[in-house]
């Protein structure tokens, strides 16, 4: 509470004390101060930069998510393993098929209907579980998904 009230009181003196506390803070977080990497720090601060720019980099990827290429009626991969929450991209990579991607299961269900050549279809697995997915136009393709 009191540093609700303090930093609302904008341009008081007692803001004033709050503000410098923030900005380092912010600072820190900025990934403007790792890229581009420095070159005229130390080797040691230099590695220590470069491993901070490839943890950003690390949490981009993940916040993508992963992707399923469905292509000469196969997926592509045919196993995969998640985080709950995780999205994965069905990609229809036939260029001349439809597919239907779906899960049917007691704790998570999904069903695409037709994907058109080139679609791109997210399913978000928000359960932990081994799930089979499968395409509705074509029995033979399979793929599991382990959520953890
Ligand atoms: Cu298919």
Redesign the pocket.
Known sequence: MRIEKMVSQGSTGKADLVMPGTNMFASKLRVSDFAPCPTMIPAALALVAGALCGLVLTGTLQAAGTAVS?KG?MFHPGNLVVGRGDTITFVND?SD?????FVESDSFSFDSGD?EPGSRTPVTFTERGTFQVL????PK?KLVVRVD
């Not at 395409?135 to 074509?138: A, D, K, Q, V």
Request: aromatic content about 0%; glycine content about 8%; some cysteine.
């Open positions: 469905q009626r036939d098929l439809l597919h239907h991607v994907q395409c509705g136009i074509h393709m």
